[in-house]
């Protein structure tokens, strides 16, 4: 069997992964969620003129001469807190102290700040020794959002700054592509879980943790399946469930050349399978496929993960993330983790085969303004250790490696 480009296995299952529905979310669940439509503000905000300052509301023409050895004296009227109604007027020769916040009283047009002032008389008057033209200090109404304004573009991610305008406008929900619910599971027949002795052969199942966590971290809801036997029954009677309770699903193993690769056998008899020898090292072997729960016409797709546990990972980040981003509403050029280029601090040499090389790296920000990335270190696709250490994967194309020095492609895992 030829080796499929990555790009195509990628478009492939691009192509099955459409956005979820929308849905309308409390917005203090949405933080992470993609828009599904632009938010217009209805409102002004702010919604009347204040202070930005605390200080005295005045008007600007009775300080117009006003300055360190000229100081203007003004009577004081009262006093606004945020939160209190405009109740006071400015006329000629008066002021007002003003908090932060509070809303301008009418006939004043700028505020003097407080550092700029003495007070006299137990506050009956003011000193200004600073000439504040009309507007200083003042918020307009409408002076950030103001009606008709998309506040919130459809297709952007909800981020805390977008909850916090949100929130401004009084909104309690927000139209948002749901969030991908992602079954995960682990097939072998010598997996194990947790502290008890090994038997001979077994080992612990670790890419369901790991994925389940990849899932999470990636910001959609993990669902635990479980683990499997290599056993035909047990793996069609869990991913028929699945199907119902999950968007999509992710499974790890039975998706190589083995007698006992019997995932791939079960999405192929559920239809659409296809099987993929992708030309990369780690996570050659993947397996890509859709279940339908109970003819609902809905398409949940199964991302088949090989079992080795870096290739896991590494299949996850190249396949089967930027699948579930566009099932969540990223558009297109936000469904990838961030490249950058960088400088290889020691060879990282590979053999000609083929192959795009996704070496596990250390990739580090340099005082010298450069990014700068070494090996993590041992390289099998079954050596969790150097993933561990990890926080980028350099990106080899087919040829003999990068040499000291080298620019190097760089996908950053973590920030
Ligand atoms: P497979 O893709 O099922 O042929 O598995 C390839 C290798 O990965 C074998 O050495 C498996 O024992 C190992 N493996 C498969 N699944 C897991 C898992 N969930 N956790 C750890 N290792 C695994
Ligand atoms: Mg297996």
């Not at 009347?48 to 600007?60: K, W």
């Not at 699903?249 to 020898?277: P, Y």
Request: one cysteine or more; glycine letters at 12%; charged letters at 20%.
């Amino acid at each position: 069997m030829g080796l499929l480009p990555l790009a195509e296995a990628r478009r492939h299952v691009l192509e099955r992964c459409p956005p979820l529905a929308p849905v309308s979310m409390p917005v203090g669940d949405a933080l992470g969620c993609v828009t599904a439509a632009a938010v217009v503000c209805e409102e002004q905000v702010p919604p009347f003129d204040n202070s930005a300052m605390d200080g005295f509301a005045l008007r600007s023409a009775d300080v117009a001469g006003a300055g360190p050895a000229s100081p203007v004296v003004l009577r004081v009227v009262g006093t606004l807190h945020a939160g209190a109604p405009p109740d006071l007027a400015v006329g000629e020769g008066e002021a007002v102290r003003i908090m932060t916040g509070a809303p301008l009283p009418a006939g004043a047009d700028a505020v003097v700040m407080v550092e700029s002032t003495t007070e006299l008389d137990g506050g009956a008057a003011v000193e200004v020794r600073e000439a504040v033209p009309a507007g200083r200090n003042v918020r307009p109404a409408g002076d950030d959002l103001r009606p008709g304004e998309v506040v919130i573009e459809a297709g952007v991610e909800i981020t805390p700054a977008r909850v916090g305008v949100l929130a401004t406008l009084g909104r309690e929900t927000v139209d948002v592509h749901a969030r991908p619910r992602v079954g995960v599971l682990s097939t072998g027949d010598e997996l194990v879980d947790g502290p008890g002795a090994l038997g001979p052969g077994q080992i612990r199942d670790s890419n369901r943790p790991m994925l389940l966590a990849l899932v999470h971290a990636s910001g959609f809801v993990p669902v635990d399946l479980g683990r499997v036997p290599d056993d035909l029954g047990v793996i069609r009677a869990v991913l028929g469930s699945a199907s119902s309770a999950c968007d999509a699903v992710i499974t790890s193993g039975g998706v190589s050349m083995g007698q006992a690769d019997l995932v791939k056998v079960v999405l192929d008899e559920a239809g659409e399978l296809c099987w993929m020898q992708i030309a990369i090292k780690p996570a050659k072997p993947f397996a890509f496929g859709a279940l339908a729960p109970g003819g609902s016409g809905v398409r949940v797709p199964v991302f088949g993960l090989p079992g080795n546990p870096v290739s896991s990972v590494v299949s996850f980040e190249l396949l089967a993330r930027p699948a579930l981003r566009r099932m969540a509403g990223f558009p297109a050029d936000q469904l990838d983790r961030p490249r950058v280029v960088a400088v290889a601090d020691a060879p990282l040499p590979r053999r000609r085969d083929g192959k795009v090389h996704f070496v596990r790296v250390v990739c580090r920000y340099g005082e010298d303004g450069a990014y700068h990335v070494r090996s993590a270190g041992g390289q099998g696709s079954h050596q969790l250790g150097a993933l561990t250490g990890a926080n980028a994967l350099a990106v080899l194309p087919d040829g003999d490696g990068a040499g000291l020095g080298d620019a190097v492609e760089v996908i950053l895992l973590q920030p």
